[in-house]
């Protein structure tokens, strides 16, 4: 049962609607120390927090930034990090014209009992963690959780237990007057169907949102953030963006609620020109009979460019900016069916 619209509800609603508002997106920036490290690796750049500043600076400092990105997804040190003149890194967020948000899961474990599966840890003190971030200034979080596509998973046990944790965090965001990313990711790695992806990501939406509403969560004060359907990445058969783009709206169509004021999509490894490809035929065909905004929260399709660039050096600063704004843009575009490629 859905409570009447209250004053936090409707606070919700309207960050939930400014996340996704004049064709902008989601800058995701939250890669895990490990997971950041990893990336800075492939470049060569020293793995230190210095470094991660240094790099998260580059991204906040980037001029008109807010223009194309509604908000921006934090990692705990980045929310806590100040730029090198000692001014907080959300702050800079912030008068950017940026919503500052705050990944809060605790990474992705594998499953007791359900080998080649995973679930996020987290909810534990996630209540008195959402409190701190909130005083920090996020005002919206997000939580990941994985689901793998293999010989004869996922299996309903792991369906059902992510898509119940997902909605507890959600709860619990709501209550800190935050409002919840959910994303539940089914990943492209494997050599399944296109097909397979569709039927796999439409039952775990179909649970997902059954466990929203069992735990009460306010649908217009939410953003989902979802995998488009894709064949498997070592699928012989890979399907043209039109396809792409058809099966993945059409399976959205069928599981989420037109109360959903957004779906930002992740990129999960797509190239940046493949994801805003996509991204632009959603729009081209679906924008106007869309109930929820077709939109982005990538990471690696907004960044990408901008790694190569940087490589941790103070001169390349001002052209992987570049790089990364032109990314940003050509997302803003694909979200007005505009994008023309690079
Ligand atoms: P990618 O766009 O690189 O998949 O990252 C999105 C994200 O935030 C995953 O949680």
């Known amino acids: 049962m859905q409570r009447e619209p209250g004053t936090n509800e409707q606070k919700l609603a309207e960050t939930a609607n400014a996340l996704v508002a004049l064709d902008k997106g ?26 991660r500043r240094n790099y998260r600076e580059l991204i906040v400092t980037t001029e008109g930034l807010g223009e194309f990105i509604g908000g921006a997804i934090l990692y705990d040190e980045t929310i806590r990090q100040k730029k090198k003149d000692g001014t907080p890194l959300i702050k800079l967020i912030i008068d950017a014209g940026i919503i500052p ?18 679930i996020c840890e987290g909810l534990d003190g996630l209540r008195a963690r959402l409190a701190e971030y909130s005083q920090l200034g996020a005002r919206f979080a997000k939580w990941r959780a994985v689901i793998t596509i293999g010989n004869g998973i996922p299996s309903q046990a792991c369906i059902e237990a992510n898509a119940h944790t997902l909605a507890r965090y959600a709860a619990f965001c709501q209550e800190a007057g935050m409002v919840p990313v959910v994303e539940p990711e089914v990943l492209m790695d494997g050599d399944h169907t296109l097909e397979r992806c569709r ?23 939410m953003i989902l953030k979802a995998n488009m359907v894709l064949p498997g990445l070592s699928c012989p058969q890979q399907e043209t963006t039109i396809e792409i783009a058809e099966a993945t709206v059409k399976c959205l169509m069928r599981v989420v609620p037109a109360a ?14 493949l ?3 996509r991204l632009n035929a959603m729009n081209m065909r679906f924008k106007a009979r869309s109930p929820w905004a077709l939109a982005f929260s990538f990471a690696r399709a907004i960044q990408q460019p901008a790694w190569e660039i940087w490589q941790g050096k103070e001169a390349n600063v001002v052209a992987a900016q570049q790089a990364l704004l032109h990314r940003a843009k050509c997302n803003r575009d694909a979200r007005r069916g505009e994008y023309q490629g690079d």
């Open 26 to 51: 989601l800058l995701a920036l939250d890669e895990s120390n490990p997971t950041c490290n990893k990336r800075f690796a492939r470049y060569g750049i020293p793995q230190t927090e210095e470094m």
């Open 101 to 118: 948000g705050i990944k809060v899961d605790g990474g992705v474990k594998e499953m007791a009992g359900h080998p080649g599966e995973q």
């Open 199 to 221: 039927e796999v990501t439409e039952e775990v939406l179909h649970s997902v949102f059954d466990q929203l509403y069992r735990q009460r969560v306010t649908l217009e004060g």
């Open 260 to 273: 959903v004021p957004g779906i930002t999509f992740l990129s999960g490894g797509q190239s940046a020109e």
């Open 275 to 277: 994801a805003s490809e």
